[in-house]
């Protein structure tokens, strides 16, 4: 009897582990059809999204079309206003205020168009208000008062050689100081005061006027320094009477400073005037019974021809043209 029991407890553990062992098997089946079941859905749904992006990516498609097509209208327009705006002639048919404005270089188109609806500026003396108006060649326009130019200003320093004319042209041949510049603008620049032709050194040019009128008008006392190289020593008593002011052609001259060249011979002279008559500087020399064999200027209402070869130019820098305008 006890025998049996073992056994019929033998066959419960058996049949124990075998039904545990069927078990994992039912669900393991059971894990596969639900793995099954879960990439079937996930491919269903993939292939949703995936029908998605291609329905998604046709409305792109047309937008960019769309875009391309407005580019090359735009273009085409671009093109054909370009093609316009070259066919005119400002000469005849003339240029409107804003872009005259803008060109030379106080502000931009649109902001031109503020200052023109205010009153800012002036054609042949009337305030213009009206948009889109054309300026000819020969008006005079004028912004807050001060006349202005569509030209870019330019501003270059020659160190003149001898035998050039300080003149646009010269109907005798001769050379002129416009040939030594003539490289150094597209724009078409003016010498500020002149220089005989056979005196050397600092001669500005431009096409600013009103700069140019500034420096050379007497008001201003634009100095002006020259080295004078004379035929014979000039004495004491007549550099005191020079720095003391004489009268020359029944007009007081006055020079701000004369000096000996430290280092030279007494023939070797230092002149800072700010006089501009013509020739003033041989004159006062000739008046005491001295010739000048060498005139040079040396220095230009504070422009310098340091490290400025004879014959060759440059342009100021905007340092130093800011100090011109404060002068």
Known sequence: MQKIKIMNSNKNSSGGRHQGKKKPQKSSTSNFEGKRNFS??????????????????????????????????????????QVKESTSN???????????????????????DVYIAAGNATVNGKIITEMGYKVMPTDEVRFDGSSISPEKKRYVLLNKPKNFITTMDD???RKTVMELVANSSKERIYPVGRLDRNTTGLLLFTNDGELAKKLTHP????????????????????LNKIAEGFVLDEKRVIVDEISYIMNQPKSEVGVKIHSGRNRIVRRIFEHFGYKVVKLDRVIFAGLSKKDLPRGHWRHLTEMELNNLKML
């Open 40 to 81: 079937d859905s996930s491919k269903s749904k993939s292939f949703k999204r995936s029908s998605d992006k291609e329905e998604s990516k046709k409305p792109q498609r047309f937008e960019k079309k769309r875009f391309e097509s407005d580019r090359k209208f735009s273009k085409t327009s671009k093109e054909k206003s």
């Open 90 to 112: 400002p000469e005849i048919d003339g240029i409107r205020l804003n872009k005259y404005i803008s060109n030379a270089g106080i502000c931009s188109r649109r902001e031109a």
């Open 171 to 173: 109907d005798r041949g």
């Open 219 to 238: 008001k201003h006392n634009i100095q002006k320094i020259y080295h004078a190289s004379l035929d014979k020593k000039l004495s004491n008593s007549d």
